[in-house]
């Protein structure tokens, strides 16, 4: 069990004004690099801040310069045991209230037949996303459209948890993101 002290919170800082921070989480370097790509190609009308890391919890002593996370990303590789390792591990290092609309799951190379040679079993990544109420979005990332609609998709669910679009809540996201 985590301590208070090393959980990550989401609201532990004051939210800024027409900005929006995500933190990416998955263990390979170069899934992460290409959806913040993506996500940084796409015009805005707020500011985003993107960090990156392959597990939590993240190092304490940068905590002071760290922003207020508006929306966690778990990248799961379903052809890496070690991806989905390294997010059961680091999801008991969020705080409870990520688990209200500002979690998302993004599953990598199970589609398009490739299902059968996954290592992880999609189940089992249906069942994580399950039991957190969090959105799951299976994604190959394997070509520039696949990899831009990811992106967009993360875009409209981090505009919802940062407060950017009015009247909308994050526990939106949960509803109509569940298992697409």
């Given at each position: 069990m985590a301590r208070n002290a090393d959980l990550l919170q989401p609201f532990d800082r004051m939210p800024v004004l027409n900005v929006a921070s995500v933190l990416l989480?998955?263990?390979?370097?170069?899934?992460?690099?290409?959806?913040?790509n993506a996500i940084l190609r796409e015009k805005m009308d707020f500011e985003l801040k993107i960090h990156m890391t392959t597990s939590l919890?993240?190092?304490?002593?940068?905590?002071?310069?760290?922003?207020?996370?508006?929306?966690?990303v778990f990248l799961i590789n379903l052809h890496n045991q070690h991806s989905m390792t390294s997010v059961n591990t680091s999801i008991s290092l969020l705080g409870a209230s990520f688990f209200l609309g500002k979690v998302c799951f993004l599953a990598t190379k199970g589609m398009h037949?490739?299902?059968?040679?996954?290592?992880?079993?999609?189940?089992s990544v249906k069942e994580l996303a399950d039991t957190y109420h969090s959105p799951l979005i299976h994604t190959e990332l394997e070509n520039e459209d696949d990899v831009m609609c990811t992106a967009k998709r993360l875009i409209?669910?981090?505009?919802?948890?940062?407060?950017?679009?009015?009247?909308?809540?994050s526990l939106y996201n949960g509803s109509i993101t569940k298992n697409v």
């Amino acid at each position: 069990m985590a301590r208070n002290a090393d959980l990550l919170q989401p609201f532990d800082r004051m939210p800024v004004l027409n900005v929006a921070s995500v933190l990416l989480v998955g263990s390979e370097e170069s899934h992460r690099e290409l959806i913040a790509n993506a996500i940084l190609r796409e015009k805005m009308d707020f500011e985003l801040k993107i960090h990156m890391t392959t597990s939590l919890p993240l190092p304490f002593e940068r905590q002071h310069l760290r922003p207020r996370f508006d929306m966690v990303v778990f990248l799961i590789n379903l052809h890496n045991q070690h991806s989905m390792t390294s997010v059961n591990t680091s999801i008991s290092l969020l705080g409870a209230s990520f688990f209200l609309g500002k979690v998302c799951f993004l599953a990598t190379k199970g589609m398009h037949g490739k299902i059968q040679h996954c290592i992880v079993d999609i189940s089992s990544v249906k069942e994580l996303a399950d039991t957190y109420h969090s959105p799951l979005i299976h994604t190959e990332l394997e070509n520039e459209d696949d990899v831009m609609c990811t992106a967009k998709r993360l875009i409209n669910m981090l505009k919802i948890c940062a407060g950017l679009v009015p009247g909308i809540s994050s526990l939106y996201n949960g509803s109509i993101t569940k298992n697409v």
